[in-house]
C-alpha cells in the first residue's frame, strides 16, 4: 500500500528496486537506518538476515551505488550504524563518498530514567560496554580536485570558461586567507570548503562581468547545505536523548530531535529527503 499527501510519499515494496525507479540526481538528502547485522534478536526484522558480514556489506553496497546515482552533486548522506559495523560501513561509503564526519550517538536516558546502561552489573563485563551508535555523514564524491568536490570542480570550470586565473578572482572578489577561515578560490577549487552565500554572490558577479558565461545557477544549486550554531549539536558527538521505552517500540527508534536536526542542518526549503528503510513509516 502507498500513501501521499502534500509533503511526504510513502512507498512500500523491495526498497532497493524503489530506489532503481527514482531519477538520477533528484534527491537532496538520505537519511536512512538499513539493518544493522549485529543481533540474533528475531524482534528486529532483517538483522538477521544476512549469513556474514561479506554478505551485507555486498547487499548494503548494492543501495550505496543506488544513493550515488540518485543524490544531487550537493546532497548530503547519512547513514546510521553499529559501532560493530562502522568502520566497515564507512570503508564501504568511501568508494563513491567524501566522509565528511563519523557521528557518535551517545544514546543517553531521559533524566529519571533507568535504563539498561544503569542497572547492569558492570562487574560483570569484560569489554567497555557498547552504549553509542555511528552515523556516517557524507556527500558524493568527483574526481577532479584533491578533496573530490562538486563544487570545486564546478568552480574551476566557470572560471576556466571565462579565462579567468584564480588570482584574478581572489582579487575581484576578495576571497583572501582569513576570509571564511581558508576559503580563497583556490581553497574551494580543492574543495577543502565552501564558500557563504555572500560569498558566492561575489563569484556570480564576477565571472558574469566578463561576459562569456550568461548565467550562473543559484547557490542551492551548487552549493551543500549545511547550517549549524552554538545553540544546537555542532560536534561530531551528539547526546540526543534515546526513545523510552513502550509497548510495540522498535529496539532501534529514532528520536524525533535527532532526525530534525540532521534534516534542518543540511537541506534546503523544499527539499527532497529519502529513507530507505521507514518499517512501517
Known amino acids: 500500500m502507498n500513501f501521499e499527501n502534500s509533503s511526504a510519499v510513502l512507498l512500500a515494496g523491495d526498497s532497493l528496486e524503489l ?4 531519477p538520477d ?14 543481533t540474533k534478536k528475531k524482534n528486529i526484522t532483517n538483522d ?18 543506488e544513493w550515488y546515482r540518485i543524490l544531487r552533486p550537493n546532497g548530503s548522506i547519512y547513514v546510521y550504524c553499529s559501532s560493530a559495523m562502522a568502520a566497515r560501513i564507512e570503508i564501504l561509503l568511501m ?14 536516558n531521559d533524566p529519571g530514567f533507568d535504563g539498561w546502561k544503569q542497572k547492569m552489573k558492570k562487574e560483570s563485563l569484560r569489554q567497555w560496554y557498547d552504549h553509542s551508535e555511528r552515523i556516517i ?10 578533496n573530490k568536490s562538486s563544487f570545486g570542480n564546478f568552480l574551476k570550470n ?29 581553497n574551494w577549487e580543492a574543495g577543502r570548503n565552501i564558500p557563504s552565500r555572500d560569498q558566492y554572490k561575489k563569484i556570480c558577479e564576477a565571472i558574469l562581468t566578463f561576459g562569456i558565461i550568461k548565467e550562473m545557477p543559484p547557490y542551492e544549486d551548487v552549493i551543500r547545505p549545511f547550517e549549524v550554531n552554538s545553540m544546537v549539536e555542532f ?18 527508534e529514532k528520536p524525533i530531535d535527532m532526525l530534525e536536526h540532521s534534516i534542518l542542518s543540511t537541506t534546503y526549503e523544499g527539499d527532497i529527503v529519502l529513507d530507505c528503510f521507514a518499517g512501517s513509516g
Open 95 to 108: 568508494k563513491r563518498f567524501n566522509v565528511l564526519a563519523h557521528i557518535v550517538w551517545t544514546k543517553p
Open 137 to 146: 555523514f557524507a556527500e558524493p564524491s568527483y574526481e577532479g580536485n584533491l
Open 48 to 65: 538477521t538476515a544476512f549469513e556474514s558480514d561479506e554478505d551485507f556489506l555486498t547487499w548494503l553496497d548494492l543501495y550505496s551505488n
Open 235 to 252: 560536534t561530531d558527538v551528539w547526546n540526543f536523548c534515546s526513545v523510552r521505552p513502550y509497548d510495540g517500540k522498535h529496539p532501534a
Open 158 to 186: 566557470v572560471r576556466l570558461t571565462s579565462n579567468i586565473s584564480g588570482h584574478q578572482l581572489t582579487e575581484l572578489i576578495g576571497a583572501y586567507g582569513k576570509v571564511n577561515h581558508g576559503g580563497s578560490v583556490h
Open 25 to 38: 540526481h533528484s534527491i537532496s538528502l538520505v537519511l536512512t537506518d538499513p539493518p544493522y547485522h549485529t
Open 19 to 22: 530506489l532503481k525507479q527514482i
